[in-house]
């Protein structure tokens, strides 16, 4: 035991410069996107200015996961509206507006993909929200002013699935046999990014459904079966999200 924790330690301590040279990493890719989008001859104001008018979204951004980030540049540290939007004084000085002399990280996903590389790299993937494309937008389904959010995300708490069904209503329900999966939230089944499967699954065959139904799949008549297909590819339970007809959501 005592082993274990020496080694665990040591493991812990040889990946501090590794998380170090990401969190740099990170800060210089933001650093050179602020550069690269902001308006010629803005400067940074502070969010005092912008409260001045966003009032409501300046106060809630305090409780945000956001409003904890802050990013040294020349002179300078860059925190609060400005660390996404650019500097804001040309904005200011020119009545405000949408998008008048201001980055909108609603129309640009760049500013995001600065920090959150990652999910960049899965809109990449052959199965993917279209945000790459310019048909949807990172806002679409996070607020990041937003305080009322689930922890370490920026999605509602109103409903795990609520951003979801904002689009794809008919998988809302309610239904008379609910799928008990969609109660711990879309993202049980699905990669919400991007995916290597079709329809953004998180696995593409019976292994999505044996995660859960392992049981029910690997013995008895459903393990003849299984080299059909996938439980609803194989024409068996295609109402996968409920169903108002049958318990076994078979159709």
């Known amino acids: 035991m005592h082993c274990k924790k020496i080694f665990l330690a040591i493991l812990i301590l040889a990946a501090i410069p590794l998380f170090s040279s990401c969190r740099e990493m990170d ?3 933001l650093t050179k996107v602020l550069k690269d989008h902001q308006m ?11 409260a001045m008018c966003h009032e409501k ?14 990013i040294p540049m020349e002179g300078i540290k860059v925190e609060g509206c400005e660390m996404c939007h650019g500097p804001g004084s040309l904005h200011a000085e020119n009545g405000g507006g949408k998008g008048n002399k201001i980055i909108n990280p609603g129309k640009n996903p760049e500013m995001c993909f600065a920090c959150h590389m990652e999910k960049k790299a899965e809109f990449s993937l052959p199965h993917h929200h279209p945000v790459l494309e310019g048909h949807m937008s990172c806002t679409d389904c996070h607020d990041p002013h937003g305080a009322n959010a689930r922890p370490w995300s920026a999605t509602s708490m109103a409903d795990v699935n609520e951003q979801c069904f904002k689009c794809h209503k008919q998988q809302r329900g309610p239904f008379a046999y609910e799928h008990l999966a969609l109660r711990e939230g879309c993202t049980t089944c699905h990669k919400v990014h991007g995916s290597i ?12 459904c044996t995660r859960c139904h392992a049981d029910t799949v690997i013995v008895g008549e459903h ?8 439980c609803f590819s194989g024409e068996c339970h295609v109402a996968v999200h409920g169903s108002n007809f049958d318990k076994h959501l078979r159709y």
Not at 40 to 50: D, F, M
Not at 223 to 229: H, P
């Open 27 to 29: 800060t210089e890719v």
């Open 40 to 50: 010629e001859g803005a400067k940074y104001v502070g969010s005092k200015t912008c």
């Open 57 to 70: 979204e300046v106060r809630n951004f305090k409780l945000a996961a956001h409003e904890r980030v802050t």
């Open 197 to 208: 499967n079709d329809k953004m699954l998180t696995s593409r065959d019976t292994s999505l």
């Open 223 to 230: 393990a003849s079966r299984i080299r059909q297909g996938t």
